[in-house]
């Protein structure tokens, strides 16, 4: 059994808000870090201690890379949904969003099929809208709101949407690409302690990266000392829908996958 979970996730952005916003070519470049290489440098760990993860995709990500999300499913990973181009929902009309949800969904069931479970919002931002589109669109699980530490379930209209919720706290981006306001070490000790906080009380926590920031240089060994800490300490790293699906099946709470 497992003291606690630990759900790691990673945003493959790569240059798609940038191509949608029609940055330069140097802004450009530092997303396209992903595809050339900050996304093999992530792949290499979790393939060395045996993790399956979840990487959260735009569309046009799918679509421009194909051999980049063909080589995160042939290694056993989950590949999820996050907008088309990296879009700002609430910015969007109806019609608008709509269109979003109906290209990102069309270009990411052209690689996984049906196998298309989780929905984050890009930016972490939601319309008045987007909570219809998801359930609409057959989402399992959506992995944007920031009102608990543990999953838990929206009903709507019927439809049981599972909510894996997320904290820019415990965001790579804000804090080594935004802000830089903290350096890797600093970072690495602020995610120990709340590794270390949910193995004290069966708890969970989501750790969301990116490969464009966390696989920058020395940057790789947040990921590598989270995930050995976490292994010691006992955490279950499921993938998304693992997890989505675990909550569904013990209805609210995922607490008797863990001991104690
Ligand atoms: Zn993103």
Redo the contacts with the bound molecule.
């Keep these: 059994m497992h003291r606690f979970i630990l759900f790691l996730s990673f945003?493959l952005?790569v240059d798609s808000?940038e191509a949608r916003k029609g940055a330069d070519p140097v802004a450009r470049s530092r997303g396209r870090f992903a595809a050339r290489r900050g996304l093999f440098k992530v792949l290499d760990v979790l393939r060395k201690h045996g993790i399956r993860s979840t990487f959260?995709v735009?569309g046009w990500v799918a679509e421009q890379y194909p051999e980049l999300v063909a080589r995160i499913i042939d290694e056993g990973h989950e590949v999820a949904a996050?907008?088309y181009m990296?879009e700002r929902l609430d910015e969007l009309s109806w019609e608008e969003e709509r269109k979003v949800f109906e290209s990102m969904v069309s270009a990411l069931r052209k690689v996984v099929g049906s196998n298309l479970y989780g929905f984050?919002a890009?930016?972490w931002k939601w319309s008045s809208h987007t909570l219809g589109f998801i359930t609409s669109y057959g989402f399992v699980y959506d992995s944007s709101l920031m009102d608990d530490e543990e999953p838990y379930i929206i009903s709507r209209n019927g439809i049981r949407l599972v909510e894996l919720p997320v904290d820019w706290r415990l965001d790579d981006w804000p804090y080594l690409e935004y802000y830089r306001s903290l350096t890797p070490s600093q970072l690495l000790d602020m995610w120990l302690e709340e590794i270390r906080y949910a193995s004290e009380n069966n708890g969970y926590l989501s750790l969301t990266m990116?490969p464009q920031c966390i696989g920058r240089g020395s940057r790789i060994r947040v990921l590598e000392e989270v995930i050995s800490e976490a292994k010691k300490l006992g955490a279950w790293l499921p993938t998304g829908s693992e997890l989505a699906k675990n909550v569904l099946h013990n209805q609210e709470r995922v607490k008797e996958h863990l001991e104690g």
Aim: no cysteine; net charge negative; hydrophobic share 15%.
């Design positions: 945003d952005d808000a959260f735009p996050h907008g990296h984050r890009p930016y990116h």
